[in-house]
């Protein structure tokens, strides 16, 4: 069974910066499009980036220019950077995998951005 565990949230100033991680555990083979999800209290949980095996990505508008997905196939890994994030940015963060076999998410990791 794949796990995926989230890391790197935190609190930062707006303005600030933060690099989310995401690993596969589990013996995930065959991980085919990933992404990031993101849920702010109240709100209901909406997609931000998605990227390809092959790396093709796409974001939401409101963070283009600002995030950049990426991953590295060989170590199962997903990435998040955040740059000039904003207060609206805050949110549990989640990733999500669709593999061969079905679809993974993780638990999340909060980021917070706030004065």
């Known amino acids: 069974q794949v796990q995926l565990v989230e890391s790197g949230g935190g609190l930062v100033q707006p303005g600030g910066s933060l690099r989310l991680s995401c690993a596969a555990s589990g013996s995930p083979f065959n991980i085919y499009n990933m992404y990031w999800y993101r849920q702010a209290p109240g709100k209901e949980r909406e997609w931000v980036a998605s990227i390809t095996r092959e790396g093709i990505t796409t974001y939401r508008d409101s963070v283009k220019g600002r995030f950049t997905i990426s991953r590295d196939n060989a170590k199962n890994a997903l990435f998040l950077q955040m740059n000039s994030l904003k207060p609206e940015d805050t949110a549990l963060y989640s990733c999500?995998?669709?593999?061969?076999?079905?679809?993974?998410w993780g638990q999340g990791t909060q980021v917070t951005v706030s004065s």
């Open positions: 999500r995998a669709n593999l061969a076999t079905g679809i993974a």
